[in-house]
């Protein structure tokens, strides 16, 4: 009987540090919950402040690729106006050619 009264004094001290254990490690639980808390809600302020940014920066990208494409576009019409103008005055050349050689004739 020597043998079980140990083994029953050895699970019985090891029941109390448990408890011990559990009781001193309760305020470190909570406060690493109250941590884990904060910890969260400040990371949740950095994600909307990030957001924020992202969003502000997004809308300058918007707004510089759209004056670029615009400025592209101004300058597309230009060359078209500036070609056609081009292809005009080609045109009336050859038709004074024309006229200059039916005249001829």
């Known amino acids: 009987m020597g043998f079980m009264d140990t083994l029953k004094s050895w699970f019985g001290k090891a029941k109390e540090a448990a408890e011990d254990v559990g009781e001193r490690a309760a305020p470190m639980a909570s406060k690493a919950k109250e941590f884990a808390g904060d910890a ?3 990371a949740k302020d950095v994600a909307e402040d990030l957001g924020d940014k992202a969003e502000g920066a997004f809308d300058k990208a918007k707004d510089f690729v ?10 597309g019409e230009e060359a078209a106006e500036g070609k056609v103008e081009e292809a005009e005055e080609a045109a ?4 004074d050619e024309a006229k200059d050689t039916l005249e001829g004739q």
Request: net charge negative; aromatic share 6%.
């Open 66 to 75: 759209e004056d670029k494409f615009d400025d592209l576009r101004g300058q």
């Open 92 to 95: 009336g050349e050859a038709v």
């Open 40 to 42: 969260m809600e400040k």
